[in-house]
């Protein structure tokens, strides 16, 4: 069984531009969870996705945002990117009932 | 607001010493709790919860809900257990709210 993947594995954009991540969840799991790692801030909650839609978002601006889609595989956009947004993006996965998350690897994002 | 603390960023001890790893919580209800460890260059994973009260890679975790407190021991730290350890709690928000991690160092 293929795990939670995904892509890109690292992305270097520049201040200002727009980036896009994406996340397919285990086959079967129907929630995706977005969390940012910072360096020495832990993991921050961005969003939470289930069934298509939005259940929840964390303490983030506007320009942070995502959608899953119907295969509920995810995407996350983060617009006018900042040089504070370099972090490793996690996205997570788990299923009905379940509260256990399995996590990818994540997507090491560089804003320069 | 829910909150997990683990009070330590850093925990350095010798190979075959007992180590303990806490972790706090504040949250009203009857949460689910779990403990998630990071390699160095691997995924983070699950590594136990307290609902299904076992023993993984020799470590254990109870669950106190008069200390709000579910830390984390092993009697005998090997060097493979070297790692970044969070814990976590389910909110009814069918969330994971994490604390913000214990950097384990084993020593030989």
């Known amino acids: 069984e293929a795990g939670v993947t995904q892509s890109p594995t690292h992305l270097i954009k520049t201040r200002g531009q727009q980036a896009t991540l994406r996340c397919s969840p285990i086959s079967g799991h129907t929630s995706v969870y977005w969390y940012q790692q910072a360096l020495g801030l832990g993991l921050q909650f961005l969003l939470w996705?289930?069934?298509?839609?939005?259940?929840n978002r964390g303490n983030f601006p506007p320009r942070f945002s995502g959608r899953q889609f119907p295969n509920y595989s995810s995407e996350l956009n983060v617009n006018a990117l900042e040089l504070e947004d370099s972090a490793l993006y996690l996205c997570a996965s788990r299923t009905r009932g379940d509260y256990g998350y399995t996590f990818g690897s994540g997507t090491r994002l560089t804003v320069v | 607001a829910q909150r997990v603390t683990q009070p330590e960023k850093l925990l350095s001890v010798f190979k075959g010493a007992p180590v303990e790893l806490k972790c706090n919580y504040s949250y009203s209800g009857s949460p689910e709790l779990f403990w998630y460890v990071q390699y160095s260059r691997q995924r983070l994973q699950l590594l136990l919860r307290?609902?299904s009260r076992e023993s993984i890679k020799g470590f254990t975790a109870d669950l106190n809900k008069g200390e709000t407190s579910f830390h984390l021991k092993k009697p005998f730290a090997q060097e493979e257990d070297s790692a970044m350890y969070y814990c976590a709690v389910n909110n009814a928000g069918n969330m994971l709210t994490f604390g913000g991690g214990t950097r384990l160092m084993v020593k030989p």
């Open positions: 996705y289930d069934e298509g839609e939005e259940r």
């Open positions: 307290h609902i």
